[in-house]
C-alpha cells in the first residue's frame, strides 16, 4: 500500500512506521521536521504544518491515512480536504472521550461535549477528540477509529509509564497507591502499531477502545519487579492521605487517580478490539523493552512527572509514622 502518516516520527507514528515498512507497505511521512528529522532514511518527506501549511498534501492520494496527530476538529478536517483521496483512514482519538468514565465506558457510551468553542486541546482534550472523530467520520463513513488508555513502551514521550519499571528496580521503600488489587490497563505502542497498519491492510472500519484487558496495580508492580530482579518494599498508601500530602494524580503518581469520575478509565473491555485483531504482548515485554530503551540513554527526563524522590520519603515518613 501507498500509506502516509501523519506525523511519524514521535512515538505511536513512529511504530506505525517501523511496522508498515516491515510489511513492505510504501510509506511516506508528513511532518514539520522538527522531531528526529533524519529517522527513517529513505522514506519520503513531505514538509508542512496541519494547521495552514498543507501545499505538500495537495493533489496527493494514499491507499492509507494513518492519523496519530490530530487534536483540534479544523485542524483535521483541512488536513483530509486537502489530499485527492485516500482508500482507508485511521484516526488514533483517546478513551478519554467518554462523557461519564465513573464506570468503565463501551463504545458505544456517550462522548463528551464542549461547553463552549475552543481550540484548546489541553483544556478540552476529550471533547475535542470526539469533535475529530465526527471529522473524520463525515468524511470517511468506514474509518478506522482507535480510542487508547494509556500507550506505553519504548520511545513513549510523556513518562507516565516509564516511571514505574524505573522506580521499581530502584528498590527500597517504593510509595505504591492503595489498594493493591485497583486496576491497571496499558496498551504497548508497537501492539496498537501493528494493529492499525492490520486495520489498513483489511480495510477494518469501525470504532474501538484499544486497551490490553485490565491487570491490577499489584500486579503491575510486580511484574515490574520481577522483570528487573529488584525487591523492593512496596508501601501501599491511602489515597486520601496522598490527596492530604498533596501528590498529584496521573502525572506525579503516573496510573493513579483519585477522581471517582475517572475510576472506570482504567478497567475498559478490550473484547470488541481483540475480536478485531488487536493483540497485545504480555506485559513482561512491555516492561523489560522500556528499561531497555532507558538505559541506552534516549529516555527523556519529563519534567512534572514522577514523583519526587525526596517528596516520596516525606510522604512514606509521615504514613509510617502516623
Known sequence: ????????????????VEAALARGHDVTLFNRGRTRPGLFPGVERLRGDRD????????????AV????GYVPRVVAQTIDALDGAGHYTFVSSIS???????????????????EPTEDWRSAYGELKADCEDVVRARF??????????????????GRFTYWPVRVREGGRVLAPAPPGAPAQVIDARDLAAWIVLAAE???????????????????????????????????????????????????????THDPAHAGLLAVDPAAAFAAGLAPRPLAE??????????????PAVEGVGLDRAKERRVLDAWLAR
Do not use: K
Not at 494513518?66 to 496527530?69: F, I, K, M, R, W
Not at 463513513?141 to 510523556?158: E, K, N, Q, S
Not at 512491555?286 to 529516555?299: H, P, S
Open 202 to 256: 483489511t480495510r477494518l472500519a469501525g470504532t474501538f477502545n484499544a486497551v490490553d484487558r485490565p491487570t491490577t496495580r499489584a500486579a503491575l508492580l510486580e511484574t515490574c519487579a520481577a522483570v528487573a530482579g529488584a525487591r523492593p518494599d512496596l508501601v501501599w498508601v491511602d489515597p486520601d492521605f496522598l490527596a492530604a500530602q498533596e501528590v498529584g494524580e496521573w502525572l506525579e503518581l503516573p496510573l493513579w
Open 141 to 158: 463513513p468506514d474509518a478506522f477509529v482507535v480510542r487508547p488508555g494509556l500507550i506505553v513502551g519504548p520511545w513513549d514521550p510523556t
Open 66 to 69: 494513518v492519523d496519530t496527530s
Open 97 to 115: 472521550v467518554y462523557a461519564d468514565a465513573s464506570t468503565p465506558p463501551t463504545e458505544s457510551s456517550p462522548v463528551a461535549e464542549l461547553a
Open 52 to 63: 495552514g501549511g498543507l501545499a505538500a498534501l495537495h493533489g496527493r492520494s494514499f491507499d
Open 286 to 299: 512491555t516492561v523489560r523493552d522500556t528499561l531497555a530503551w532507558v538505559d541506552a540513554g534516549e529516555a
Open 1 to 16: 500500500m501507498r500509506m502516509l502518516v501523519l506525523g511519524g516520527t514521535q512515538f505511536l507514528g513512529r511504530h506505525a
